[in-house]
């Protein structure tokens, strides 16, 4: 199961207003963006450039971000999130690019408490 389409980005207009009104944190492996739309509830666009490598491995990386976000869906504030997979992103594992999207999640302050 996924991320209901409610919860999904996926026009490039929107992508667009995130990339220039949001705001931004990165670490090695992410950059997220952040911006306070008026939904009740966050919605999620997932970025993995075609340099990442082919379809199983972009799709992989998106399966991981996508989990993450399914995992905490009840803990993550109500705004617009855009996540950009970097190049060491490619050779993780599931659990380190949660761990690694944990991390940036928490500079970017969408958490609505605190996690472990």
């Known amino acids: 199961m996924s991320v209901e389409k409610a919860y999904r980005i996926k026009k490039n207009s929107d992508f667009q207003t995130i990339y220039k009104k949001g705001e931004s944190v990165a670490n090695r492996q992410f950059v997220v963006y952040t911006y306070n739309s008026n939904n009740e509830h966050f ?13 199983v491995t972009r799709n992989k990386i998106k399966r991981a971000i996508r989990e993450n976000f399914k995992v905490h869906k009840q803990d993550i504030i109500a705004r617009d999130i855009v996540v950009i997979a970097r190049h060491p992103a490619k050779n993780m594992t599931t659990l380190e690019i949660q761990g690694s999207l944990e991390h940036v999640l ?3 302050k969408v958490f609505n408490k605190k996690i472990k």
């Open 106 to 108: 928490k500079i970017a």
């Open 43 to 55: 919605r999620l666009g997932i970025s993995v450039s075609k340099k990442l490598g082919n379809a």
